[in-house]
């Protein structure tokens, strides 16, 4: 399976992005959907994950409320709504897909397939 995320760009504090994250060479169906970011010079870190059935949603607390992740099945696709930007959300974005377990939905570890990334930077 490889995925692509789109969506990125140039924003300023406040303003709103919409990242997609579709799938080829295979199917999706199953697999738990998570969104992941890393800023210059940190480490890779959770923003938001999607269980197949779309009845639970998972998010990092600097991001809920702000963000909402959704997914169609039917179209094999992942998407992250960011809403309210700020700068410390400046980051390269990526989609993964996996099959974690409660205990690894918020971690790397968790996920198998992983986007390019998609750049996101927020100005001040």
């Known amino acids: 399976v490889q995925l692509q995320a789109s969506g990125g760009g140039l924003v300023q504090t406040g303003d709103s992005l919409r990242l997609s994250c579709a799938a080829s060479?295979?199917?999706?169906?199953?697999?738990?959907m998570g969104w992941f970011r890393q800023a210059p010079g940190k480490e890779r870190e959770f923003v938001a994950a999607?269980?197949?059935?779309?009845?639970?949603?998972y998010y990092a607390e600097s991001v809920r409320g702000r963000f909402a992740i959704s997914r169609d099945n039917a179209k094999e696709s992942v998407e992250l709504q960011m809403n309210s930007l700020k700068p410390e959300d400046t980051a390269v974005y990526y989609c993964a897909a996996g099959f974690p377990i409660v205990s690894t939905i918020r971690t790397a570890s968790g996920y198998r397939y992983w986007g390019q990334g998609t750049e996101v930077t927020v100005s001040s």
């Open positions: 999607i269980r197949w059935s779309m009845n639970t949603k």
């Open positions: 060479g295979g199917t999706l169906s199953g697999y738990s």
